[in-house]
């Protein structure tokens, strides 16, 4: 695995996802050297090697490379088909999926995201994110070939929250006891990425303004957790038809010490009478192998008109197969009938994307070839 | 199992769910009882229980781990032909590999152009006990379920029974004479795959031996114990040992080193996971479990329909749902048209996630849109008393669980790409029978699921 797939170390609180397009002159043949020295930078810059004659703490900045249908078209490679068949829909105001309650923002007119190469850099501080970021343009303005897109920088909040105000990221699996959620196998895909993984991004505006005005008893409904303590609601035996939040095994929050089986939410049914079965965090994780590994890091921009703030989250995932994320956000007991959570069709214009990808991710190894599928 | 109105076959099947469970205990699990404190063999007998539902994906994970989703849907909508001298008796083609409690089969129209995908996840256990103690009654459920008419003269009981009159019969003949034309062995080894049409042509109830009540009640009873991440000091910690740990260090099997090594390779299904991991969060919890209804189920509300196309007012007339379990959820699911309609089962068209059509041309298509499971009656956390035990593998992960299975599935694939019958295939998995396994059996010996 690249380093930057979360898999026996934590990545850095700080992200960034840099987006490259082919340039319209570029030749295939060129490809190769443009990704070996791609892939020549990213292991300098991770080792704290600037130029030659600077050294840096690298401050844990771990650089990742995906591979786009663009890309693997061009290159002549063939994109694999479940790549392919997950591929995000144009930006229309309409679903980023058929089947998908999810929609793109009114006002995204292209999607920059759906790219050749997607470098994801994450760092113990953005300046590490950034200034890598930065060292990757000046190589591309020298090499051409590949130019940047897109700029997409995030950060995780020390207190684990979202800007929803509850815990986030709580019941992820742990992928070094669960490789097999993010790991392509032999037989799988192509050999090339066998060992590898895909990985997946939306840039998703959170409006708040559509949030704010709901009561927190409500919020605690259709997020699926208890707002204080993160604990997951579950129905309650005693008055059936209701829910309360879970009983937390030792004091603190759900990510206190000795709460590790309160993460995991055991399935509430869809049609429960509490509604709680069609929360976030039952709509999110319906099946309990069928996850994927999430990241998130939030982000917060500044608009040229009111409202001069926008809030919104950086989704990354990892996963063994497109199909785990095209489900989670296509099947109907899933997010394919509430962009959120709650009842159906509910909270249609809390969340807008503004961007989405999805790369190939196969694993590298100094001093091999640059293009995975040659070797 | 949808209710008979007959007590006899209420009985029976009762009967049957407690000698299976004791079988198991006595045999699997060498009289070890300490699942039986978290797993009650009747919901009913649990108070204030609350319902979990336990779902997971009826794509046979094997294959898509070692073929890819192409090779996958190539190997389950196989259909080889009729042709295949005595390799038939031990090989139905791509249903073989429906492994994931759920099965289907592609109804062929006169023409031989695919027509219908019938889909059942009911439990062969249930049809058995009904062979054997009402031959009646099972003629008439069997018509219904297919033909939608309880006297459908399409089932009569030369197609149940083969040559054996049922009704002089006693039961053991009748359930004898069942397996071998409706059934199939209830293990691969020896393997009896059934030799009469019904279950063949049509999808009438799960036969691959691996869908059985034995293999579903083994993996609620091997998850249902409090199992710990080892502390420093090797004594049970307050964390729960994550899920990979309960195949790799498993108490009931330390004594048993080579079934212990083989159980990873249940981690490499999408149910077996699934129903460990919900079992064994709610043992965590000294919570009492049953299966309620004890049965493998379709639910209809994770159905993603939407990704179908069909022909203007077709939609309501070709998605049949059937044999209901409770409400959403169903045993048996068939799609395309009726015998009375020209149209074939390529009038329907699938969405993929782009938005991309093609027609639907078998099963497997169906199975990507679906979800099965169980689903378990939990009672009130503390209610057990169970103190934690320590788990403490070797390794603590579970690496490609499937990375031994290609070298059969890839021959078997090949035959299947190349429209072989069944005879050929057969000499094409030659090794898979070297290995002394048939076909199903491309499965390493070892306990429960696997046998």
């Known amino acids: 695995m690249q380093h930057g797939v979360p898999v026996g170390r934590a990545a850095g609180p700080y992200f960034g996802l840099l987006c490259l397009d082919l340039e319209p002159e570029a030749k295939p043949a060129d490809i190769g050297g443009v990704l070996g020295e791609l892939q020549a930078l990213g292991r300098r810059l991770s080792e704290g090697r600037f130029w030659s004659f600077v050294e840096v703490d690298p401050e844990g900045l771990a650089v990742l490379f995906g591979y786009g249908a663009a890309l693997l078209s061009a290159a002549g490679v063939g994109v694999p088909a479940g790549l392919a068949a997950a591929a995000f829909r144009a930006p229309d105001g309409g679903s980023v999926l058929h089947g998908a309650a999810l929609r793109w923002a009114p006002q995204a007119g292209a999607n920059p995201a759906d790219c050749a190469v997607a470098v994801q850099l994450t760092a113990a501080s953005e300046a590490a994110v950034t200034r890598a970021a930065v060292e990757f343009d000046r190589l591309l303005r020298e090499t051409g070939v590949l130019g940047v897109a897109a700029w997409y920088p995030g950060y995780r909040r020390p207190d684990r929250r979202s800007w929803l105000g509850f815990h986030d990221g709580v019941a992820n699996p742990d992928p070094t006891e669960r490789l097999d959620l993010l790991e392509v196998t032999r037989g799988a895909g192509p050999g090339w990425l066998a060992g590898g993984t895909y990985l997946g991004f939306l840039r998703i505006r959170v409006r708040l303004d559509q949030w704010d005005g709901i009561d927190p008893a409500k919020q605690e409904q259709l997020v699926g957790r208890h707002l204080a303590s993160g604990a997951a609601m579950e129905v309650d035996p005693d008055r059936p038809g209701e829910y309360q939040p879970a009983a937390l095994p030792v004091a603190g929050d759900v990510f206190a010490r000795g709460n590790e089986a309160a993460r995991d939410p055991l399935p509430v049914a869809t049609g429960e009478p509490s509604g709680i079965g069609r929360s976030h965090v039952q709509r999110s994780r319906r099946m309990l192998t069928g996850r994927i590994v999430r990241q998130g890091y939030e982000y917060l921009e500044a608009a040229p008109t009111p409202p001069v703030l926008r809030t919104g989250l950086n989704f990354v995932s990892f996963q063994s197969a497109p199909e785990r994320l095209t489900r989670v956000l296509t099947g109907p007991g899933w997010l394919g009938s509430a962009a959120f959570g709650g009842q159906d069709g509910s909270l249609g214009d809390l969340l807008e994307v503004d961007a989405a990808g999805l790369y190939a991710v196969p694993p590298l190894r100094e001093g091999s070839c640059p293009l995975p599928w040659a070797t | ?451």
């Not at chain 2, 006990?129 to 030369?158: F, S, T």
């Not at chain 2, 049922?166 to 004898?176: C, D, I, N, S, T």
């Not at chain 2, 378990?376 to 031994?404: C, K, M, Q, W, Y």
């Open chain 2, 1 to 451: 199992m949808p209710e008979t109105g007959s007590q006899t076959v209420a009985e029976s099947w009762r009967t049957v769910q407690e000698n299976v469970l004791a079988e198991l205990l006595q045999h699997d699990f060498r009289r070890d009882e300490s699942g039986l404190r978290f797993i009650r063999p009747h919901a009913a007998d649990i108070a204030k229980a609350v319902r979990v539902p336990v779902f997971w994906s009826p794509v046979p994970r094997r294959l898509t781990d070692c073929l890819g989703p192409d090779g996958a849907r190539t190997l389950c909508d196989w259909t080889p032909r009729e042709t295949a001298g005595e390799h038939f008796g031990t090989m139905r083609g791509g249903r073989e590999y429906h492994t994931e409690y759920c099965e289907y089969a592609v109804v062929l129209d006169a023409a031989g152009r695919p027509k219908r995908v019938e889909i059942t996840t009911e439990l062969r256990e249930w049809w058995l006990a009904l062979a054997r103690c009402a031959p009646d009654l099972l003629r008439r459920e069997a018509a219904q379920v297919l033909y939608g008419d309880p006297e459908d003269g399409r089932v009569g009981y030369p197609d149940l029974y083969g040559d054996l009159d049922p009704l002089p019969a006693g039961q053991a003949e009748r359930g004898a004479a069942f397996q071998r034309q409706v059934a199939g062995s209830e293990l691969n080894r020896p393997r009896q795959a059934p030799q009469g049409r019904l279950n063949r042509d049509h999808a009438l109830f799960m036969a691959v031996p691996i869908n059985g009540l034995d293999d579903l009640l083994w993996i609620l009873l091997l998850g249902a114990r409090r199992f710990a991440r080892a502390a420093a000091d090797g004594s049970a910690s307050d964390r729960p040992a994550p899920l990979p740990w309960l195949l790799l260090d498993n108490p009931y099997y330390r004594a048993q080193p080579e079934a212990m090594a083989s159980l990873a390779h249940l981690y490499g299904t999408q149910a077996d996971p699934a129903v460990l991991r919900a079992v064994q969060l709610l043992a965590w919890e000294n919570r009492q479990i049953s299966a309620d209804p004890l049965a493998a189920v379709l639910s209809s509300d994770d159905f993603a329909l939407d990704r179908l196309a069909f022909p203007a007012g077709a939609a309501q007339r070709w998605v049949r749902w059937s044999r209901p379990a409770a409400p959403g959820l169903y045993q048996r699911l068939v799609i395309g048209p009726g015998d009375d309609e020209p149209e074939t089962l390529a009038d329907i068209q699938v969405l993929d996630a782009g938005g991309a059509a093609s027609p639907l041309t078998g099963g497997f298509q169906l199975l990507e849109l679906l979800a099965t499971g169980i689903v378990l009656a939990a009672g009130p956390r503390g209610t057990v008393g169970a103190v934690p035990e320590a788990l403490r593998p070797v390794r603590t992960s579970i690496h490609d669980p499937n990375r031994n299975e290609a070298a059969e599935l890839v021959p078997a694939l090949a035959a299947a790409r190349a429209g072989l019958g069944a005879a050929m295939a057969g000499a094409a998995m030659a090794g898979a029978a070297m290995a002394g396994a048939d076909v199903a059996g491309a499965v390493p010996a070892g306990p429960r699921r696997m046998s």
